[in-house]
């Protein structure tokens, strides 16, 4: 053969090949699409037959223990019965009224007899129940309780001549010491064991019979139709003396595949395969166009988070940092990284302030956010700063709330601006005060000359006796001093109200009881009620809680209130001239507050002047400030009360301030007030 007829040997060439690899990659996934399309129903059939007949084992053991457990406490109170009759406690109508009481809450028993120790029945729920000890069966259990002392059933049977339903008895042996007196026996018939035992739901689904040693069919419930046979199962009941076996036949048949699943699944699937092509090329599209739109969102949040001044830090629903911008990491001296993912203790919390910030804390994981609120943080160089705190629910696209958000404000700025017209309002008060000394300055010296004249008549005696005949009597020298002393102690106490009332100094807050305010202010008013004739009553509630207050502050507000009050009544009637001042607890608000009236009967406050009462510099008289009132409602409000004035019904004005109760934590209302 020449070479020219030589067979030129075939050649697969690497395109070939590429397109034959193409093609084998689809076909070896539709081959597994048809494999699986076969073999998923298949399995599923089976996985569902197999759950269904799990679950009927599972039912079938839970209906036996139910019918075991109905049974034993069957036995458990007829035991009780016994014993009572073994006792002597019970007999003839009692012991009938017992078991008919048993019979009412026990419905699977048809009828209980009480038999002596000779067979006869004494007791019987039911005069139909005699013809129970002529069953073999119920014999035969009855004597072997006798003998073996214990509990027996007998075997399921039908009654003596007679092709009714199966019956059952259970014999309960009454013994005194080994004397037989005889037994209880309690009648159940089958079908009615099946009828009271078995729950509804579980007949309407299963066929249920119980059949006996030989498997005859006893009783038989099949309240949802005859079982299919598919799914069955038999348990035998543990009874003593009994054989009888639950069986379950469920009445449904097993699953069955449509005929044209596989071909519809193919022709679903190739459709669904091309549309999911489809919309993943347009998904890509989307998608592509959304990260581009969220890059740009993305960058603008930044640049806008960036120029804030306010911080802002979001938390988890576990209080656990997941966010914070740079305006809050410049504010606590700390960056991102050392704060994101940080759990409470947080690093910017002052150690004064940790019990308050874990409370609230604890309050935040509750669900209990404050909105609002003032507290100190510290920076990393130890540096304490006051901010405004403002919280709120973070919740996601869709509604769910996944965490909290808060914005902070540093309000160092703002602190300091208030500390500065603080300043400025006390030494307002100040100079109130030394305006309301001047005016009573005349009164004052009068009120100080009458104590001075009688301790100088009080000493002049006493120096007459010592220099009479020679001879000292203390009994008569004492009288004079201890009045002299008194005297003195009435002008030094007026002395001291002045000078206390008149000095300048930083407030203090402390416990101060309301009884000790009014205390010290009553000297310097009474100058002023003798001179004008009025008379003044105090009405002080008893064991009033303390507040926390600063009380040389809360002593000016009372002299005002209540000079105020005095030179209302100056143009009254001197009958009418009655100054009262009352105390008492206030808990109409939910919270208990201390509520402090000054009221007079003079001319009132007209309308045109209530609108403006509290305004600075606005006053009705001709040589006032503008500033008592405006100066009294600042330190009542900066101690956390309020003061309000109505219309006495009686004419004149009652002024009310309140006052919130000591909390008894001394250490947190010292931080708030260096806040």
Request: proline share 5%; hydrophobic share 40%.
């Given at each position: ?27 070896f996934?539709?081959?597994l ?8 129903p ?25 019918i ?10 007829l ?22 009481t ?12 009480y ?8 007791t ?20 072997h ?7 027996q ?8 001549g ?7 008895d ?25 009828d ?12 249920i ?14 309240a ?53 092509l ?11 166009r ?44 700390a ?48 540096e ?10 973070l ?73 009479g ?7 008569v ?8 002393n008194?005297?003195?102690q ?10 206390a ?11 101060v ?22 008379s003044?009553?105090?009405s ?39 100054l ?38 606005f ?23 309020t ?14 301030f ?18």
């Amino acid at each position: 053969m020449s070479s020219s007829e030589r067979p030129i040997p075939f050649r697969f060439d690497l395109p070939s090949r590429r397109q034959a690899a193409r093609w084998l990659l689809p076909a070896f996934l539709i081959l597994l699409v048809l494999t699986a399309l076969l073999w998923l129903p298949w399995q599923a059939q089976r996985m569902e037959s197999n759950d269904r007949q799990e679950q009927l084992i599972a039912d079938t053991l839970w209906v036996e223990q139910a019918i075991r457990f109905q049974l034993s406490s069957d036995e458990e109170s007829l035991g009780l019965i016994g014993s009572e009759v073994a006792s002597g406690y019970l007999s003839g109508t009692r012991l009938r009224e017992r078991l008919q009481t048993l019979m009412r809450n026990n419905r699977e028993i048809n009828c209980i007899d009480y038999v002596d120790a000779s067979g006869n029945v004494q007791t019987s729920t039911d005069d139909a129940c005699a013809h129970l000890a002529q069953s073999n069966a119920s014999a035969n259990a009855a004597e072997h309780a006798r003998q073996m002392h214990t509990p027996q059933y007998s075997q399921p049977a039908p009654i003596a001549g007679n092709n009714g339903p199966m019956q059952m008895d259970f014999h309960l042996p009454l013994f005194n010491g080994e004397r037989y007196l005889g037994s209880l026996i309690a009648n159940y018939r089958m079908d009615n064991i099946l009828d009271q035992m078995v729950p509804w739901w579980f007949a309407q689904d299963n066929e249920i019979s119980l059949t006996d040693g030989d498997d005859n069919v006893i009783a038989r419930r099949a309240a949802g139709g005859l079982g299919h046979g598919v799914y069955t199962h038999a348990h035998a009941m543990e009874l003593t003396g009994a054989t009888i076996t639950l069986h379950t036949n469920s009445t449904k048949s097993a699953p069955k595949l449509l005929p044209n699943l596989l071909v519809g699944s193919v022709v679903f699937l190739s459709l669904g395969l091309l549309w999911s092509l489809w919309a993943l090329w347009r998904d890509i599209n989307r998608r592509l166009r959304a990260e581009g739109a969220l890059r740009q969102q993305v960058a603008f949040r930044t640049a806008m988070e960036n120029s804030l001044v306010t911080g802002l830090r979001a938390r988890d629903l576990d209080g656990r940092i997941t966010y914070v911008n740079p305006a809050f990491c410049q504010m606590v001296g700390a960056t991102p990284e050392q704060l994101i993912g940080k759990l409470p203790p947080m690093p910017y919390w002052a150690p004064e302030a940790i019990d308050e910030y874990r409370e609230r804390f604890a309050k935040v994981l509750a669900g209990h956010v404050t909105p609002q609120f003032e507290t100190i943080f510290l920076r990393a160089n130890g540096e304490r700063f006051p901010v405004l705190v403002f919280e709120s629910p973070l919740v996601d696209d869709s509604g769910k709330q996944t965490g909290w958000m808060g914005s902070i404000l540093d309000i160092s700025d703002r602190k300091r601006a208030e500390e500065l017209s603080r300043q400025q309002q006390e030494k307002l008060q100040s100079s109130a005060r030394l305006a309301s000394m001047g005016e009573i300055a005349s009164t004052l010296a009068h009120e100080l000359n009458q104590p001075l004249a009688a301790i100088s008549s009080y000493t002049s005696g006493a120096l007459n006796i010592l220099n009479g005949d020679g001879t000292l009597d203390p009994k008569v020298l004492r009288p004079a001093l201890e009045k002299a002393n008194a005297q003195a102690q009435r002008a030094g106490q007026i002395i001291r109200s002045v000078h206390a009332f008149v000095k300048q100094r930083e407030p203090n807050r402390e416990t101060v009881q309301i009884q000790s305010l009014i205390d010290n202010v009553m000297p310097l008013i009474e100058l002023q009620a003798h001179q004008l004739l009025v008379s003044i009553h105090a009405s002080i509630a008893p064991a009033l809680p303390p507040v926390n207050a600063d009380r040389m502050l809360l002593e000016q507000v009372l002299f005002n209130l209540m000079r105020n009050a005095l030179e209302a009544m100056q143009d009254t009637l001197p009958e009418r001239r009655m100054l009262r001042v009352q105390a008492a607890l206030d808990t109409s608000t939910g919270s208990e507050r201390i509520q402090v009236s000054v009221i007079d009967q003079g001319h009132g406050i007209a309308d045109v002047v209530a609108e403006r009462l509290f305004s600075p510099f606005f006053s009705t008289k001709a040589e006032g400030m503008g500033m008592g009132l405006n100066i009294c409602r600042t330190t009542i409000e900066f101690h956390g009360g309020t003061l309000t004035h109505a219309a006495n019904p009686n004419g004149g004005t009652i002024f009310t301030f309140t006052l919130p109760v000591a909390t008894g934590n001394m250490e947190l209302e010292h931080v708030a007030h260096r806040r």
